[in-house]
Each structure stands twice: as structure tokens, then as C-alpha cells.
């Protein structure tokens, strides 16, 4: 068996510190992004966007001539959006499916054909995968929700080819995307006629779940621990919030009476 691994989203905290730790550990590592990191790397780095068939393509045919075949795949490319859901431009409400799940699907059903033999894919969804969606970051909610149901499905039926799915959900973690979050939701609440008042608290409650954030590292040796792991799960959880899964387990009428008194 090689020690070839492909990895998309290496140019974010996650994707990259997956890539340095798994390159660390002896594996190869070919790393999937439509921009360059902007620190230093070790890993075999192509440029490749996952909403763009042909330059997938292209990446296929150079790895297959480079590695043969591989040993696992790993997702980390994702985009984060916070709107509302009746304000969102049409073109940017797409483009979030086609990046978080259409590219999984796509980078999937183009390398399968590398993956050896008991193989492994493991995706990075979200801690709001498996709860009901909350107000304004119900876009990327929805679309990890999606793209969770889709690595279930895709669990369930290459398990009969021999290869296993994993899902990881991260909670805060501190990355890039934690610098989007807070640009989107200043963006949101300048720019929003419907939702002034509510946005204005909703910030304070984005602004303390993401104070306990982790690093990404600890997101990238879990990463290589469902790797390396004997019989890997489904699901690997890190630093999810508890007062999330504590509001998911409540009625869905009492859910959102909390959450219009909270935000109202």
C-alpha cells in the first residue's frame, strides 16, 4: 500500500495543518487549492479549484502520473456564508452548494479510481450539521447538513467496494474562516433592512461562541488519528458547543420562542 494522500483546501488553517502533519508522519501528501498557501509548505501542492471540472481533471491526470494511486481523501475545502435567507443574492446562495457539497461530489467521483484497496474519505462538515439550522447562518448550516447526508449515503454504499467514510465536525476553530465570519457579519448587519435589531444581538452570541475556539492543528491530528485508526467511525466531533446541542435537544416550538425572545 502507498502513503499517498490527497487533500483539498490546503491553502486554509485546517486543510494546510492537516498537510504539514501528515507529510510529519511519512505520507505524501497532494494538496488541492484554487490559491497557493500563503506560508511555506511541504506537501505537493496543485492548483485546482473544486468548483472547476476541468482543472480537476487536469489534477487528476498529474497525480495519477505521480502516485498511481491513493491512500485516502481528505476535505477540507469549504466556504462560510452569513445572511439572511430571504436577502441573499441568488448567485451567492448557489455558489455555497457548489463549493461545500458539489465539489465534494465531484473530487469524489473523479479520484475513486486512485483509492486502493480498504481506502478511506474523510470530510469535514460542521458542529450545525446534525442540529436544526439557527437564523442568518442558515445557508452554511444547510449546506454541511447537505453534505453530511451525502457522506452518509456515500458511506453506505462504498463501504460495498471496501473503502470507509468518515465525517469530522469542527466546532470554533482558528482559521480564516473565523476572520470571514466576523467580515460577513459586519457585512450583514450594515447592510440588512429586515434584520437591524436582531442582528445587532445576534453578534454578541457569534462573538462568545467563537471565543473558545481550538487551533487548527488539534482539527489536523484528529485528521490523521481517523487515518491511522484501526476501524474508523463515522463521526469524530471537536470542540462542539454545548449550549447548541443543549438548544437542539428542546422542542422546535421552544427553540424558537428562545430564539425570537434572544433576538428580537
Not at 448550516?141 to 470507509?164: D, H, N, P, V
Request: net charge neutral; proline share 5%.
Amino acid at each position: 500500500m502507498s502513503m499517498n494522500i490527497l487533500v483539498t483546501g490546503v491553502a486554509g488553517g485546517m486543510g494546510f495543518a492537516a498537510c504539514e502533519l501528515l507529510v510529519a508522519s511519512g505520507y505524501t501528501v497532494f494538496g488541492l487549492d484554487c490559491q497557493q498557501p500563503s506560508e511555506d509548505f511541504s506537501f505537493r501542492f496543485i492548483a485546482a479549484d473544486v468548483t472547476d471540472s476541468i482543472q480537476l481533471e487536469a489534477a487528476f491526470n498529474q497525480i495519477r502520473e505521480e502516485a498511481a494511486s491513493l491512500k485516502a481523501i481528505l476535505h477540507f475545502a469549504g466556504m462560510y456564508d452569513l445572511n439572511s435567507l430571504v436577502e441573499i443574492p441568488e448567485h451567492e446562495f448557489v455558489r455555497l452548494f457548489d463549493i461545500n457539497v458539489f465539489g465534494v461530489y465531484r473530487v469524489n467521483r473523479l479520484f475513486l479510481p486512485l483509492l486502493e484497496p480498504k481506502g478511506r474519505i474523510i470530510v469535514t462538515t460542521s458542529e450545525l450539521a446534525p442540529l436544526d439550522p439557527l437564523p442568518f447562518t442558515g445557508i452554511y448550516g444547510i449546506t454541511k447538513t447537505a453534505l453530511e447526508s451525502y457522506a452518509y449515503s456515500l458511506r453506505m454504499e462504498i463501504q460495498l467496494l471496501g473503502y470507509s467514510v468518515s465525517v469530522i465536525r469542527p466546532g470554533a476553530v482558528q482559521t480564516g474562516l473565523l476572520r470571514v465570519s466576523t467580515n460577513r457579519l459586519d457585512s450583514f448587519c450594515e447592510h440588512t433592512k429586515l434584520y437591524s435589531c436582531n442582528a445587532a444581538r445576534f453578534r454578541s452570541i457569534v462573538d462568545r461562541v467563537e471565543s473558545h475556539s481550538v487551533l487548527p492543528q488539534a482539527v489536523g491530528k484528529l485528521a490523521l488519528q481517523v487515518l491511522q485508526a484501526k476501524r474508523p467511525r463515522y463521526v469524530y466531533a471537536i470542540n462542539c458547543n454545548p449550549l447548541l446541542r443543549l438548544l437542539d435537544l428542546l422542542p422546535h416550538s421552544w427553540q424558537t420562542g428562545i430564539i425570537k425572545r434572544i433576538l428580537r
